[in-house]
Nanobody, 115 residues
Framework: QVRLVESGGGLVQPGGSLRLSCTASGINFRLYTMNWYRQAAGKERELVAN???????NYADFVQGRFTISRDNVRNTVSLQMNDLKPGDTAAYCC?????????WGRGTQVTVSS
């Protein structure tokens, strides 16, 4: 059974930082591209960043150098370090993996950026 569990969300002031983590089980983690998505209230879900099995990273344009995705293939964890957070970053953040011809999602963690 594939399971993804996110943590690290919360309330932060504009300009602040948060580090999200997603721990995977039930897959050979190191083989797969791991993705972070977000969905704000009333908006469509959008890709934030991903990291391939070999390590190359991709970021959405709106990240603009503020976020860093990383992975730990020993702990089966993908992390998203978010700096200089803006109110527009407020959303539910979920990790995602496509494996075994299926797509798996975590339940998400809420990030709220507000003063």
């Amino acid at each position: 059974q594939v399971r993804l569990v996110e943590s690290g969300g919360g309330l932060v002031q504009p300009g602040g930082s948060l580090r999200l983590s997603c721990t995977a089980s039930g897959i050979n983690f190191r083989l797969y591209t791991m993705n972070w998505y977000r969905q704000a209230a009333g908006k469509e879900r959008e890709l934030v960043a991903n990291i391939t099995s070999g390590g190359p990273r991709n970021y959405a344009d709106f990240v603009q150098g503020r976020f860093t995705i990383s992975r730990d293939n020993v702990r089966n964890t993908v992390s998203l370090q978010m700096n200089d957070l803006k109110p527009g970053d407020t959303a539910a953040y979920c990790c995602n993996v496509r494996a075994r011809s299926s797509t798996f999602w975590g339940r998400g963690t809420q990030v709220t950026v507000s003063s």
